[in-house]
């Protein structure tokens, strides 16, 4: 599916549609779900079975302490992986189509991923760092 959403996505600005939002939220799409999908799918197959199939209760996510904390920092690594993704996707359509009139819009993606990827440090891994809470005794 994401291979067929980027070949639409390339296709439709081959053919000389000006590049919009949707276009490089395609490719965000894409580096979204190449690294976040598996998480995505265990997460909600717990919930499912644990809910609907008699399944164990799922797994909880840290919240205190150095877990939380290198859990965060997972999560952060994950969402670099998913802009490295789409900035690559980003930079394949722009040379695919070789039009900077047509793929202008799309660059505005990078200050986004970069500005996305800053928050998401300070509001996650730092966020926890800085509000740590230790473990009960």
């Keep these: 599916m994401d291979f067929l959403l980027v070949a639409f996505t390339a296709a439709d600005l081959k053919s000389g549609t000006t590049a919009t939002v949707a276009h490089g939220l395609a490719a965000a799409y894409v580096g979204f779900t190449l690294a976040f999908g598996a998480v995505m799918v265990r997460w909600a197959d717990q919930r499912f079975a644990h809910r609907f199939a008699g399944g164990p209760a799922p797994t909880q996510i840290p919240d ?3 877990p939380a904390v290198r859990y965060e920092i997972g999560l952060w690594l994950r969402g670099i992986v998913a802009w490295i993704i789409a900035l690559a996707v980003l930079i394949a359509l722009i040379t695919f189509v ?6 202008q819009p799309l660059h505005q993606w990078f200050r986004i991923a970069l500005g996305s990827v800053i928050l998401w440090f300070v509001f996650g891994p730092v966020w926890s760092v800085v509000f740590f809470r230790r473990t009960a005794k």
């Design 64 to 66: 205190r302490g150095w």
């Design 98 to 103: 070789d039009n900077d009139a047509i793929t």
